[in-house]
């Protein structure tokens, strides 16, 4: 049988260096948009548009950092 190594901590690439994030005002509004949208399909029909405002908020869940705030 072989045996396994295991490394306890992943170690750091050399010579890859993190990038400092920057804003973008189309990224963030992008989100304003989205949650524009939402709030009007709200207002609109809440029942009938409830699939539509759970797949919005979805997408802003899982697309956008939280650090960036469409309210800002």
């Known amino acids: 049988m072989a045996k396994v190594f295991t ?4 170690p750091t690439p050399v010579g890859r260096k993190r990038r ?8 963030v ?13 709200a207002q609109a029909d809440p029942v ?10 979805e997408h802003v869940r899982t697309r956008f950092r939280m650090t960036d705030s469409p309210l800002g």
């Open 29 to 41: 509004d992008g989100q304003r948009q989205l949650v524009e949208a939402m709030r009007y399909l």
């Open 20 to 27: 400092e994030r920057t804003s973008d005002p189309r990224y």
């Open 48 to 57: 009938a548009n409830r699939e539509a405002i759970e797949l919005l908020s």
């Open 7 to 10: 490394i306890p901590v992943p």
